[in-house]
């Protein structure tokens, strides 16, 4: 698989063993797929991890530059403006794969009930972003609760406008929900 054309393409399967930084990651589940790539949990001796593998499938209404790339710049994006993500643990430009912290919780979408204090938090998140011209993406699956914080588990950022942010964009996502 050394043709780039071919890693591009490139899905996991459940069960499958990927090398990152000499480390071998065992695929136990896909967890989800967005608009750049497929998320999947994934086990290295006795931890566990989500590796995301790059993929270059068309969407309509997005334009991507160099996907790992933009990964990595928007990791560091999020990290200085403090917005609680997973960290990242390794990443393989060739295979287009990044290795990330697992946050074992359950995604916003999948809540039956949101609690109040998830909607401070993801405020708290969008005021961050936009102090570092900053949006991110606000759809509920990108946001996991754990022990009562809410994580941004998307690397995802754009440059920053009013129409994407939370107040404008993502609460329509997020006020659907019943509330705690």
């Not at 995802?156 to 996502?173: H, I, L, M, Q, V």
Request: aromatic fraction near 14%; hydrophobic fraction near 35%; charged fraction near 25%.
């Amino acid at each position: 698989m050394n043709d780039k054309s071919e890693t591009k393409q490139n899905i996991l399967h459940t069960d499958s063993i990927v090398q990152i930084d000499n480390r071998a990651y065992k695929i136990l589940s896909l967890l989800g797929k967005g608009k750049g790539g497929y998320s999947y949990l994934a086990s290295c001796l006795t931890e566990f991890f989500v590796v995301k593998q790059i993929h270059h499938e068309p969407c309509s209404y997005y334009n991507f530059g160099d996907k790992i790339q933009a990964e990595l710049s928007d990791y560091k994006k999020l990290l200085d403006a403090q917005i609680r993500i997973p960290k990242m643990i390794s990443f393989d430009i060739e295979t287009e794969r990044i290795v990330k912290e697992f946050i074992d919780g359950p995604t916003i979408d999948s809540l039956e009930k949101i609690p109040q204090e998830y909607f401070a938090q993801v405020r708290e998140m969008a005021e961050r972003a936009k102090e570092n011209n900053l949006n991110i993406d606000f759809y509920p699956t990108n946001f996991v609760a754990q022990n009562g914080l809410l994580y941004y588990i998307d690397y995802e950022t754009n440059e920053y406008s009013d129409e994407w942010n939370f107040e404008n964009w993502g609460k329509k996502y997020w006020q659907n929900a019943t509330l705690l």
